[in-house]
């Protein structure tokens, strides 16, 4: 459904009631629009991220690199 900023500031209850059990609602402000839509929806649209560290933990592992510093001296520095 569509709505006038100010007609669903008015009725912002209903906006969102319809939101959740009708689906999205536009709202429209000059030449403008926005949707209101239900969580869920949002989140099926979206898709889930994961977390950052199930992020981290899904990339490659790093088991066999050298992690050791290396303390050569990169050059002479008189002092």
């Known amino acids: 459904m569509d709505w006038r900023l100010a007609e669903a500031k008015n009725r912002l209850s209903e906006v969102v009631r319809l939101a959740l059990s009708e689906g999205p609602q536009r709202i429209s402000r000059r030449d403008d629009a926005v949707i209101v839509v239900a969580e869920q929806a949002y989140r099926d649209l979206a898709g889930e991220e994961p977390d950052f560290i199930a992020y ?24």
């Open 56 to 79: 981290l933990m899904s990339g490659e592992s790093l088991e066999d690199v050298d992690l050791r510093r290396d303390r050569t001296p990169l050059r002479d520095v008189a002092l």
